[in-house]
């Protein structure tokens, strides 16, 4: 009956040191050190642990979040030739224009690049009608 007790008793010590944590001597050697450290050291270190967490988010937040902006916005004074260079950059060749007072847009693929399309956005020129069209379309422009 004696060894049955003392077997029941080793399973219930190993149970305890199962459970007990190991990493707390660790823990407890940190925290005495941190107890015995200037309180100045220890709000340096938590602000450089802070600034570091800050920048990483920051990153993470720029480097992930690209939105594609795929349209070129022609915008200029009146009669400087916009609607010009919108036509001879589509058709390559000369066309007549005249002065637009709405918006004109197509798909644009340059010769040499491969693979990615613009959008060609042609503004109106008109100082009424250029800032309400450059309001409009600037999320999406380069």
Not at 39 to 64: D, N, Q, S
């Amino acid at each position: 009956m004696k060894a049955d007790s003392t077997g029941g008793n080793m399973g219930d010590k190993a149970d305890v040191e199962i459970s007990e944590n190991p990493f707390e001597p660790y823990i407890e050697f940190l925290r005495q050190q941190l107890e015995d450290q200037d309180p100045i050291f220890l709000i340096g270190f938590i602000v450089a642990l802070a600034v570091v967490f800050i920048t990483c988010v920051f990153l993470k937040y720029f480097l992930t979040s690209k939105t594609v902006r795929s349209a070129v916005l022609l915008v200029g004074l009146c009669d400087s030739g916009k609607t010009l260079l919108f036509s001879r950059l589509l058709a390559s060749k000369f066309k007549r224009t005249q002065t637009s007072i709405t918006d004109s847009s197509a798909p644009y693929k340059a010769k040499n690049d491969r693979g990615s399309a613009w959008t060609l956005i042609d503004l109106p020129g008109h100082d009424s009608l250029r800032s309400m069209y450059l309001e409009k379309f600037k999320s999406g422009a380069r």
